[in-house]
């Protein structure tokens, strides 16, 4: 199998199921979080000396409609919170990160002209579980919905008929997935102090789940109907049995727990872990929204599909699935639960 490090990343627009097109649930998350962001970076130019330029970075960008939605936001705050205590705004400069497998020329070429205000654009192509910016460069960063992405599948998980964590999984399954989070997670922290200043800020959205019990319903059922669409692709003979065995997502919902003692441990001397870590429900319950669902997870993990089986399976695939989460919706509510945190640099 390729490794998902390389090819995990969100279908481009050109796509007949595009990112751009199945991206709403994300832009719903971000207007829920606005309120946190505008605290966020109340508090941190409230303590910060003036300077004459703000470096932002957004960690996980993709290519469509929400790409700049962060970044206009933050224009739009910084500029007020300037206009209401009588002083000039600082300039801006945000580095979009994201895989260098995603279209960058798109993103460039859909820069927003920010009511004029200064506002300054560059892309960082790579993993943001590696060191993407000098040493004390960085004041804010932000990412939404990209960290439950790991960086691979964890080694020698043994789940053969499952793409995820599942009850009937042995449980050294959701241990190696959580060992492989926790190496990812505490690498994104360590690597964002050495590039932060002191007093720099982070907010980090992404999805987790709301019940300790890393098997629930709430958070595998998703991938569990995933699992059952695949193998109805198999008992077609379109797929051999070892691809369909070897399969896994690179994916993790950690609960509010896992993540506290992963920062508590990583930042045990010189961070200052706000407490205020919160869930949201998104809850989908509309049997029609099976397409919805199944073209959303198609817009993010096509090219992880497309990688171990190949392209001839993804319309009988997806349409399995749309098929089974829409018989699933029908009579059973399905809840997405998403941590945001908020870490200030000491
Ligand atoms: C679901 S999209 C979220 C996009 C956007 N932030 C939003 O809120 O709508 C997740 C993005 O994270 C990116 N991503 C996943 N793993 C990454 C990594 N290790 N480094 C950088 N970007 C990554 C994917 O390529 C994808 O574009």
Known sequence: MTSSANVHCTNA??????????????KKVLLKTRPF???IIKAMLSKMVPVPCIKVADLGCATGPNTFFPTCEIVDIVTRICQEAHCESPELQVFLNDLPQIDFNTVFKSVPPFNGRPCF????????YQRLFPTNSIHFVHSSYSLHWLSK???EVENKRNVYIAK????NVSKAYFEQFRNDFSSFLRFRSEEMITGGRMLLTFVGRSITDPTSKDCCAIWGLFTKSLLGVYSQGLVCESDVDSFNVPYYHPCKEEVR???ETTFKMNWDFEDDICNENFVF?????????ANCIRAITESLIVSHFGDTIIDNLFSRYAQHVGEHLSYEKTKMVTIVVSITMK
Do not use: C, W
């Not at 654009?121 to 943001?128: C, E, L, P, W």
């Not at 319950?285 to 669902?293: A, C, H, L, T, W």
């Open 153 to 155: 599948v964890p080694g």
């Open 121 to 128: 654009i560059a892309g960082v192509a790579g993993s943001f």
């Open 37 to 39: 962001l505008e605290d």
């Open 13 to 26: 627009t050109d796509k007949q199921i595009s990112y751009a097109k199945n991206s709403s649930l994300r």
């Open 168 to 171: 009937s999984n042995p449980p």
């Open 261 to 263: 003692e992963i920062i």
């Open 285 to 293: 319950e509309n049997s029609k929204s099976g397409r919805n669902v």
